[in-house]
């Protein structure tokens, strides 16, 4: 990660995002998670991310997620 950003979101957070992505990309269908467990786990770190924003007396205005389908 660019070390520019570290104090700008909590980088486990991002770690795990990227794990639930490539959850979501795995070669075996089969294996990929499905979308309302998908939305479950964002749901947790958007919420642990808002956390850490507070414990860091950031703005929690600026993050916004969307959980709405397409």
């Known amino acids: 990660m660019d070390g520019r950003l570290?104090?700008?979101f909590p980088v486990e957070v991002a770690e795990r995002l990227v794990r639930i992505a490539l959850e979501c990309v795995h070669v075996e269908a089969d294996k990929r998670p499905d979308m309302g467990r998908v939305a479950g786990k964002i749901s947790r770190?958007?919420?642990d991310s808002v956390k850490w924003s507070e414990?860091?007396?950031?703005?929690t205005d600026q993050i916004s997620v969307s959980?709405?389908?397409r």
């Open 67 to 69: 959980l709405a389908p």
């Open 6 to 8: 570290r104090d700008s």
């Open 45 to 47: 770190l958007y919420i």
């Open 55 to 59: 414990s860091m007396n950031m703005p």
